[in-house]
């Protein structure tokens, strides 16, 4: 596994967006009875998810939420050097959408701008990747804007994706300061598993035409297009068990840090049964194991920090805290980072609401 490690970096703030419109997985009941509603809710762990409304797109959420970073920060707009945007939903095949937000929230033109296309292991890769180029670029301030609207992708009689996946998008301020300590991140990768979890058309290798919007039973007997998004459950938990305990292993021992030294785990927040699992494994205690996907779902890169923001107010309040965040999935990709947020550092979930939209170039 790849290691890194990044100096003088801190983390000065999350928040997160959320659309207003709120699903509730028992009322699909037009995917199943109520009886099997109740049991795929108890498995899965999720009970309602946020969806976004006709046209609202992954970069309206995030730019609610920088907007809202930046002005209780207090930081001007002329003060962020860089803007890295971690999403698969991008607004445009072209230009990349760190480019648009950058107009739209009125950054300096000496902002550097760019996207990263990964999903569940994003937002470590994001940090690792905004904190290495601020210190490089010899800027002081960094946007990390990471979210996906994932329901985009769904085919509506998908049973086996439809309860899991839920919209949102996060900012995460960084800043170079003297006083901020050591990150160390942990990350890999496997590209023999991507056929297990993909959107295969509607790309250059699947050009878009109408036979890819047309939606046939796949393998696994669900109807779906080219254009949606697949995913193999059964591959997806096997790779998570083969890989992440390993990994979890790996940045302790990197870090120096012993489980006991770790305030929280804020892992990938997949489904309620794999992470139990996952942490009855690798011997997390249960209340050391950050969860909020009860209320969001499955919001793949945004997963991690939005647990963070609805989850850990009241520990960062407290002193500074201990984080090990780990994202694994799509690709298959993992990384993982040992972090010490400091005491005071803002974090937030704000919602969305359908008005709040849509901006076209």
């Given at each position: 596994?790849?290691?890194?490690?990044?100096?003088?970096?801190?983390?000065?703030?999350?928040?997160?967006?959320?659309?207003?419109?709120?699903?509730?997985?028992?009322?699909?009941?037009?995917?199943?009875?109520?009886?099997?509603?109740?049991?795929?809710?108890?498995?899965?762990?999720i009970e309602r998810r946020r969806v976004v409304s006709e046209g609202q797109c992954t970069s309206d959420l995030a730019q609610v939420a920088a907007e809202q970073l930046l002005a209780d920060l207090g930081w001007p707009s002329e003060s962020v050097n860089l803007i890295v945007f971690v999403s698969q939903t991008g607004d445009y095949r072209l230009p990349a959408t760190a480019c648009v937000l950058q107009e739209r929230l009125g950054l300096s033109k000496g902002c550097a701008a760019f996207d990263l296309n990964l999903g569940c292991s994003g937002y470590v890769y994001g940090l690792w990747v905004a904190s290495q180029l601020l210190n490089s670029l010899g800027g002081a301030r960094a946007l990390l804007l990471v979210g996906d609207t994932s329901t985009s992708l769904l085919a509506p009689e998908d049973r086996s994706v439809q309860f899991l996946f839920g919209d949102a998008?996060?900012?995460?301020?960084?800043?170079?300061?003297?006083?901020?300590?050591?990150?160390?991140?942990?990350?890999?990768?496997?590209?023999?598993?991507?056929?297990?979890?993909?959107?295969?058309?509607?790309?250059?290798?699947?050009?878009?035409?109408?036979?890819?919007?047309?939606?046939?039973?796949?393998?696994?007997?669900?109807?779906?297009?080219?254009?949606?998004?697949?995913?193999?459950?059964?591959?997806?938990?096997?790779?998570?068990?083969?890989?992440?305990?390993?990994?979890?292993s790996a940045l302790l021992a990197e870090a120096k840090w012993s489980m006991e030294q770790v305030d929280k785990f804020v892992f990938h927040q997949a489904n309620g049964?794999?992470?139990?699992?996952?942490?009855?494994?690798?011997?997390?205690?249960?209340?050391?194991?950050?969860?909020?996907?009860?209320?969001?779902?499955?919001?793949?890169?945004?997963?991690?920090?939005?647990?963070?923001?609805?989850?850990?107010?009241?520990?960062?309040?407290?002193?500074?805290?201990?984080?090990?965040?780990?994202?694994?999935?799509?690709?298959w990709s993992w990384a993982a980072a040992a972090i010490t947020i400091a005491q005071g550092t803002p974090t937030r979930v704000i919602e969305a609401p359908p008005s709040a939209v849509p901006r076209v170039a």
């Open positions: 596994m790849a290691v890194g490690r990044v100096s003088g970096v801190a983390v000065a703030g999350i928040y997160a967006c959320v659309p207003a419109q709120v699903v509730d997985n028992a009322s699909m009941t037009a995917l199943a009875s109520p009886a099997e509603l109740q049991k795929v809710i108890k498995g899965i762990g998008a996060t900012a995460t301020a960084l800043e170079r300061r003297s006083d901020a300590g050591e990150t160390t991140f942990v990350l890999g990768t496997d590209g023999s598993g991507a056929s297990h979890l993909i959107v295969p058309g509607g790309g250059a290798r699947n050009k878009l035409d109408n036979q890819s919007l047309s939606r046939q039973p796949g393998r696994d007997g669900h109807p779906r297009a080219a254009v949606n998004l697949f995913m193999d459950g059964p591959q997806v938990f096997n790779f998570t068990l083969r890989e992440v305990p390993g990994l979890i049964y794999l992470l139990d699992y996952l942490r009855k494994r690798t011997k997390i205690p249960a209340e050391q194991m950050v969860l909020a996907l009860k209320d969001y779902g499955n919001t793949s890169s945004a997963s991690i920090p939005l647990a963070i923001a609805d989850r850990l107010a009241g520990d960062f309040a407290a002193g500074p805290t201990r984080l090990l965040l780990a994202g694994f999935g799509v690709g």
